[in-house]
């Protein structure tokens, strides 16, 4: 399994503004992925950050609206900028491990509750 | 999108044993089924995958039928701490395909 932590665990703000979100992970891994939980619905992909490289964003995300850092193979932040309401969303962090078989397995962090007025 | 349809909400008894079917008519023959719940308000946890024979851990089984057509995930003696959104993923198994997913099943186990 995987250790990973969010900061902040949730956090209200203002139009207009941005939040960062951090996430940390126990021990190094390539591939670390930021997903969005819309109130009441499913999780939705935003994008796929390996280090070294530009994270790959997934239709209808932008760079600009959801900037990723990936400095090392253990931290990543988000950034949800120019927030508006519908911003709203719990923002989930997540990494693969290998498993059996040569299978992998995803886990997850306990997210950032964000709410924009 | 998902590759599975599960039904919307379900319930169960506490201390019986839940059943939560899946169905993935268009699985393909290198395509795992991965079990993930998502507790109220917490990040999705891991349970359970498998190819094509049943598989067990300490958390619940997986049951795929010998067509691979359909699933179902157990929970031996549901707790109310397993009431929880219950979501069945098809993907490949090594490092490809996202986790794609759907709506799930709420699984209200009641006292």
């Known amino acids: 399994s995987a250790v990973i932590s969010q900061k902040p665990s949730r956090d209200i703000c203002q139009r207009g503004t941005s939040l960062t979100i951090q996430c940390q992970v126990d021990s190094q891994v390539t591939m670390m992925f930021w997903y969005r939980q819309q109130p009441g619905q499913s999780l939705t992909l935003i994008a796929t950050a390996n280090q070294g490289s530009e994270a790959t964003y997934e239709s209808g995300f932008v760079i600009d609206k959801f900037p990723i850092s990936r400095p090392n193979l253990t931290f990543s932040t988000l950034t949800v900028s120019n927030m508006s309401p519908e911003d709203s969303s719990i923002y989930l962090c997540?990494?693969?491990?290998?498993?059996?078989?040569?299978?992998?397995?995803?886990?997850f962090g306990p997210g950032t509750r964000l709410t924009v007025l | 999108d998902a590759k599975t349809t599960q039904p919307p909400s379900m319930d169960c008894a506490e201390g019986r044993a839940a059943n939560l079917p899946c169905n993935h008519s268009t699985i393909s023959g290198n395509e795992y089924v991965y079990w993930y719940r998502q507790i109220h308000s917490q990040g999705p946890q891991y349970i359970i995958h498998?190819?094509?024979n049943n598989e067990t851990n300490e958390m619940a089984s997986l049951i795929i039928t010998e067509d691979r057509k359909s699933s179902t995930l157990i929970l031996p003696h549901a707790t109310l701490r397993d009431t929880a959104v219950y979501y069945c993923i098809v993907r490949v198994g090594n490092y490809g395909q996202n986790f794609v997913f759907g709506p799930g099943t709420r699984l209200s186990v009641l006292p």
């Open positions: 997540s990494v693969r491990r290998s498993g059996s078989g040569f299978t992998d397995t995803q886990y």
């Open positions: 498998g190819l094509k």
